[in-house]
């Protein structure tokens, strides 16, 4: 267990949802990461945040994905009206600073 | 553009050694490399950095040729435990996101 948490573990969705994931990371780390990975893919990076600041948004796939920090703490993500193709394995990742990420379990969605 | 690693694949059995290559177009200021288990998190093994420091851990070495903009993971007297797919992460100089490459599969049989 890396201490970074993400829930759900399992989302299965009808498509034209909407969907919200959650991240807590490691308590002290300011910075905190989506990727999303695709079966037998490396993680894809979409977004991150240095405390409540998004700093880097222009990898999110399409503007139906949407990320937030608000309080520097727990980041969510989520995507609106979901397709079959956003079916993947989400994860999480936050560092101290510009450093080691440590990554949760991920969120797996499936859209059917 | 993603890093490209080599091998795809590879199977190992219990002792044998292993290299994983990555290899990026583009100069880097650093190399991550993790380990994944199926369902699981990756689970961070090895940074390596422009000028040469390294963190990671102790039974796990590797290199980052700077002017080649190339690493390599070096996995000795490999262990059933080892077993799972490894990426690497690379960082350019101007960012602060890791591109991963697509993985190399590492099976270590009994």
């Known amino acids: 267990d890396t201490g970074v948490s993400q829930n759900p573990r399992h989302k299965i969705t009808k498509r034209g949802q909407n969907v919200t994931f959650r991240c807590d990371p490691i308590?002290?780390?300011?910075?905190l990461y989506w990727y999303r990975q695709t079966l037998g893919q490396g993680p894809e990076f979409l977004t991150y945040f240095q405390n409540e600041a998004q700093l880097e948004k222009s990898r999110l796939l399409s503007d139906r994905f949407s990320a937030e920090r608000p309080k520097g703490s727990f980041s969510t993500l989520e995507i609106q009206r979901t397709e079959q193709g956003d079916s993947a394995m989400y994860l999480c990742?936050?560092?101290?600073?510009?450093?080691?990420?440590?990554f949760g379990a991920g969120t797996r969605l499936s859209v059917l | 553009q993603q890093p490209v690693q080599s091998p795809q694949a590879v199977i190992l059995r219990e002792g044998e050694d292993a290299v994983i290559n990555c290899s990026s177009s583009?100069?880097?200021?650093?190399v991550h490399w993790y380990r994944q288990k199926h369902g699981e998190a990756p689970v961070f093994l090895m940074i390596l950095l422009k000028g040469g420091e390294q963190k990671g851990h102790e039974k796990i070495s590797a290199s980052f040729n700077e002017k080649k903009q190339q690493s390599s993971l070096y996995l000795t007297a490999s262990q059933l435990s080892y077993s799972g797919t490894y990426f690497c992460g690379t960082e350019d100089n101007a960012g602060n996101m890791l591109t991963f490459g697509g993985g190399t599969r590492l099976m270590v049989k009994p």
């Open positions: 583009k100069a880097l200021y650093s």
């Open positions: 990742a936050s560092s101290l600073g510009k450093n080691i990420q440590y």
């Open positions: 308590s002290e780390h300011n910075r």
